[in-house]
Protein backbone atom coordinates (compact mmCIF):
# COMPACT_ATOMS: atom_id res chain seq x y z
CA UNK A 1 0.00 0.00 0.00
CA UNK A 2 1.00 3.78 -1.27
CA UNK A 3 1.44 5.65 1.88
CA UNK A 4 -0.88 9.03 2.40
CA UNK A 5 0.54 11.85 0.40
CA UNK A 6 1.52 15.32 2.67
CA UNK A 7 3.33 18.18 1.86
CA UNK A 8 7.25 17.62 2.82
CA UNK A 9 7.60 21.08 4.04
CA UNK A 10 5.27 23.78 5.34
CA UNK A 11 6.02 26.98 7.36
CA UNK A 12 4.34 29.90 8.90
CA UNK A 13 4.97 33.03 11.64
CA UNK A 14 3.84 32.79 15.03
CA UNK A 15 0.40 33.52 15.61
CA UNK A 16 -0.97 32.86 12.37
CA UNK A 17 -2.45 29.94 11.00
CA UNK A 18 -1.33 27.02 8.71
CA UNK A 19 -3.06 23.83 7.16
CA UNK A 20 -1.25 20.38 6.39
CA UNK A 21 -3.13 18.09 3.95
CA UNK A 22 -2.84 14.75 3.51
CA UNK A 23 -4.32 12.84 0.40
CA UNK A 24 -5.41 9.16 -0.04
CA UNK A 25 -7.97 7.28 -1.96
CA UNK A 26 -11.11 5.53 -2.13
CA UNK A 27 -9.57 2.73 0.27
CA UNK A 28 -8.81 4.72 3.10
CA UNK A 29 -9.39 8.67 4.05
CA UNK A 30 -12.20 8.66 1.50
CA UNK A 31 -14.40 5.49 3.24
CA UNK A 32 -13.32 5.80 6.97
CA UNK A 33 -13.40 8.13 9.91
CA UNK A 34 -10.40 6.89 10.94
CA UNK A 35 -7.84 9.33 11.05
CA UNK A 36 -4.92 10.77 13.00
CA UNK A 37 -2.34 13.08 13.18
CA UNK A 38 0.97 12.85 15.09
CA UNK A 39 3.53 15.70 16.47
CA UNK A 40 7.05 14.59 16.61
CA UNK A 41 9.89 16.58 17.57
CA UNK A 42 13.74 15.12 17.29
CA UNK A 43 14.53 12.07 19.22
CA UNK A 44 10.96 11.90 20.42
CA UNK A 45 8.19 9.33 20.17
CA UNK A 46 5.06 10.62 18.24
CA UNK A 47 2.35 12.74 20.18
CA UNK A 48 -1.23 12.01 19.07
CA UNK A 49 -2.65 15.30 18.22
CA UNK A 50 -5.93 14.06 16.40
CA UNK A 51 -7.66 10.56 15.95
CA UNK A 52 -11.19 10.08 14.41
CA UNK A 53 -10.81 12.65 12.10
CA UNK A 54 -11.64 15.77 14.26
CA UNK A 55 -11.27 14.39 17.62
CA UNK A 56 -8.92 15.81 20.17
CA UNK A 57 -7.15 13.51 22.99
CA UNK A 58 -7.10 15.62 26.77
CA UNK A 59 -4.59 17.78 27.54
CA UNK A 60 -4.03 18.65 23.09
CA UNK A 61 -4.61 22.40 22.57
CA UNK A 62 -7.59 23.92 21.01
CA UNK A 63 -5.32 25.11 18.25
CA UNK A 64 -4.94 21.70 16.73
CA UNK A 65 -8.32 20.79 14.84
CA UNK A 66 -8.67 18.15 12.02
CA UNK A 67 -11.45 17.89 8.96
CA UNK A 68 -12.09 15.72 6.07
CA UNK A 69 -12.86 16.55 2.39
CA UNK A 70 -13.68 13.59 0.52
CA UNK A 71 -9.96 11.85 -0.37
CA UNK A 72 -8.23 14.67 1.78
CA UNK A 73 -7.62 15.32 5.26
CA UNK A 74 -6.19 18.43 6.83
CA UNK A 75 -4.81 19.59 10.13
CA UNK A 76 -4.75 23.29 10.94
CA UNK A 77 -3.01 24.63 13.60
CA UNK A 78 -3.63 28.25 14.77
CA UNK A 79 -1.91 30.87 16.62
CA UNK A 80 1.58 29.21 15.72
CA UNK A 81 3.76 29.04 18.65
CA UNK A 82 8.06 28.45 18.11
CA UNK A 83 6.94 25.27 20.32
CA UNK A 84 4.70 23.57 17.24
CA UNK A 85 7.77 23.64 15.46
CA UNK A 86 7.51 19.68 14.01
CA UNK A 87 7.34 16.80 12.16
CA UNK A 88 3.50 15.97 11.44
CA UNK A 89 2.42 12.69 10.47
CA UNK A 90 -1.19 11.16 9.42
CA UNK A 91 -2.48 8.10 9.45
CA UNK A 92 -6.14 6.51 7.89
CA UNK A 93 -7.04 2.55 8.62
CA UNK A 94 -7.12 1.20 5.23
CA UNK A 95 -9.63 -1.83 3.87
CA UNK A 96 -6.62 -4.20 3.02
CA UNK A 97 -4.58 -6.78 5.07
CA UNK A 98 -2.63 -3.48 5.86
CA UNK A 99 -4.79 -1.96 8.34
CA UNK A 100 -3.35 1.20 8.77
CA UNK A 101 -1.22 3.70 6.67
CA UNK A 102 1.04 6.62 7.36
CA UNK A 103 1.68 9.82 5.42
CA UNK A 104 5.00 10.52 4.44
CA UNK A 105 5.25 13.18 7.07
CA UNK A 106 5.67 17.07 7.54
CA UNK A 107 7.93 19.07 8.70
CA UNK A 108 6.63 22.37 9.73
CA UNK A 109 8.59 25.30 10.39
CA UNK A 110 7.68 28.31 12.53
CA UNK A 111 9.48 31.52 10.81
CA UNK B 1 -0.06 5.90 34.86
CA UNK B 2 -0.43 4.26 31.65
CA UNK B 3 3.81 3.11 30.23
CA UNK B 4 5.12 1.02 27.84
CA UNK B 5 8.51 0.24 28.53
CA UNK B 6 10.51 -1.15 25.65
CA UNK B 7 13.91 -3.70 25.85
CA UNK B 8 16.56 -2.50 24.93
CA UNK B 9 19.17 -1.33 21.73
CA UNK B 10 20.03 -4.74 19.53
CA UNK B 11 22.80 -4.60 16.79
CA UNK B 12 22.67 -7.71 14.22
CA UNK B 13 23.82 -9.18 11.46
CA UNK B 14 22.11 -9.36 8.36
CA UNK B 15 19.93 -12.77 7.94
CA UNK B 16 19.60 -12.61 11.79
CA UNK B 17 16.28 -12.53 13.90
CA UNK B 18 15.08 -9.80 16.69
CA UNK B 19 13.00 -9.51 19.05
CA UNK B 20 11.98 -6.46 20.96
CA UNK B 21 9.62 -6.63 24.05
CA UNK B 22 7.09 -3.55 24.93
CA UNK B 23 5.95 -3.82 28.82
CA UNK B 24 2.73 -2.36 29.73
CA UNK B 25 1.29 -0.63 32.96
CA UNK B 26 -1.23 0.87 34.59
CA UNK B 27 -3.96 -0.37 32.41
CA UNK B 28 -5.93 -3.40 31.76
CA UNK B 29 -3.05 -5.00 29.34
CA UNK B 30 -5.98 -6.99 27.39
CA UNK B 31 -8.35 -4.00 27.16
CA UNK B 32 -6.20 -2.69 23.89
CA UNK B 33 -4.60 -3.90 21.15
CA UNK B 34 -0.71 -3.22 20.88
CA UNK B 35 0.70 -2.03 17.59
CA UNK B 36 4.21 -1.78 16.55
CA UNK B 37 5.38 1.58 14.36
CA UNK B 38 8.79 1.66 13.18
CA UNK B 39 11.09 4.58 11.84
CA UNK B 40 14.02 4.42 9.83
CA UNK B 41 16.70 7.15 10.64
CA UNK B 42 15.89 9.93 8.97
CA UNK B 43 12.44 8.64 7.51
CA UNK B 44 8.88 8.61 8.27
CA UNK B 45 6.74 6.05 10.51
CA UNK B 46 5.62 3.09 9.05
CA UNK B 47 3.31 0.64 10.75
CA UNK B 48 4.10 -3.40 10.93
CA UNK B 49 1.16 -4.50 12.26
CA UNK B 50 -1.14 -5.35 15.79
CA UNK B 51 -1.66 -7.90 18.28
CA UNK B 52 -4.65 -8.29 20.30
CA UNK B 53 -3.63 -9.52 23.98
CA UNK B 54 -6.66 -11.00 24.90
CA UNK B 55 -6.77 -13.31 21.72
CA UNK B 56 -3.91 -13.60 20.33
CA UNK B 57 -5.38 -12.23 16.86
CA UNK B 58 -2.56 -10.25 14.70
CA UNK B 59 -3.13 -8.06 11.62
CA UNK B 60 0.41 -7.82 9.62
CA UNK B 61 1.20 -5.00 7.07
CA UNK B 62 1.54 -6.87 4.07
CA UNK B 63 4.86 -5.63 3.53
CA UNK B 64 5.95 -7.82 6.66
CA UNK B 65 4.05 -10.97 6.68
CA UNK B 66 6.12 -13.89 6.65
CA UNK B 67 9.02 -12.50 8.24
CA UNK B 68 7.04 -10.70 11.29
CA UNK B 69 5.44 -12.26 14.18
CA UNK B 70 3.97 -10.26 17.11
CA UNK B 71 2.90 -12.65 20.32
CA UNK B 72 1.46 -11.52 23.98
CA UNK B 73 2.44 -12.51 27.24
CA UNK B 74 -0.89 -11.77 29.63
CA UNK B 75 1.02 -13.03 32.53
CA UNK B 76 3.74 -10.59 32.61
CA UNK B 77 1.63 -7.93 30.50
CA UNK B 78 4.46 -7.70 27.83
CA UNK B 79 3.88 -7.90 23.90
CA UNK B 80 6.87 -8.96 21.40
CA UNK B 81 7.42 -8.23 17.77
CA UNK B 82 10.35 -10.31 16.47
CA UNK B 83 11.49 -9.69 12.38
CA UNK B 84 13.36 -12.10 10.82
CA UNK B 85 15.89 -12.46 7.81
CA UNK B 86 17.03 -9.44 8.89
CA UNK B 87 18.58 -6.81 6.37
CA UNK B 88 20.22 -3.07 6.73
CA UNK B 89 17.03 -1.70 5.66
CA UNK B 90 15.42 -2.68 8.53
CA UNK B 91 17.70 -0.54 11.00
CA UNK B 92 15.19 1.67 12.82
CA UNK B 93 13.61 2.60 15.88
CA UNK B 94 10.88 0.57 16.62
CA UNK B 95 7.71 1.39 18.73
CA UNK B 96 5.13 -0.36 20.90
CA UNK B 97 1.88 2.00 20.78
CA UNK B 98 -1.79 1.57 22.29
CA UNK B 99 -4.71 3.16 21.00
CA UNK B 100 -6.73 5.86 22.89
CA UNK B 101 -9.56 2.78 23.50
CA UNK B 102 -9.85 -0.82 22.69
CA UNK B 103 -9.31 -1.27 18.81
CA UNK B 104 -9.05 2.51 17.44
CA UNK B 105 -5.94 3.10 15.76
CA UNK B 106 -5.19 6.70 17.10
CA UNK B 107 -2.14 5.40 19.04
CA UNK B 108 -2.23 7.90 22.36
CA UNK B 109 0.33 5.36 24.41
CA UNK B 110 3.74 5.21 23.00
CA UNK B 111 6.85 3.21 24.16
CA UNK B 112 10.51 5.05 24.51
CA UNK B 113 11.82 3.11 20.95
CA UNK B 114 14.09 0.57 20.30
CA UNK B 115 16.79 1.12 18.02
CA UNK B 116 17.50 -2.20 15.71
CA UNK B 117 20.78 -1.65 13.97
CA UNK B 118 21.64 -4.53 11.32
CA UNK B 119 25.42 -3.98 9.95
CA UNK B 120 27.66 -6.79 8.88
Known amino acids: QSALTQPASVSGSPRQSITISCTGT?????????VSWYQQHPGKAPKLMIY???KRPSGISNRFSGSKSGNTASLTISGLQAEDEADYYCSSYISSSTHVVFGGGTKLTVL | QVQLVQSGAEVKRPGASVKVSCKASGYTFNGYYIHWVRQAPGQGLEWMGRINPNSGGTNYAQKFQGRVTMTGDTSINTAYVELSTLRSDDTAIYYCARGIYYDNIGLLRWGQGTLVTVSS
Open chain 1, 52 to 54: DVN
Open chain 1, 26 to 34: SSDVDDYNY
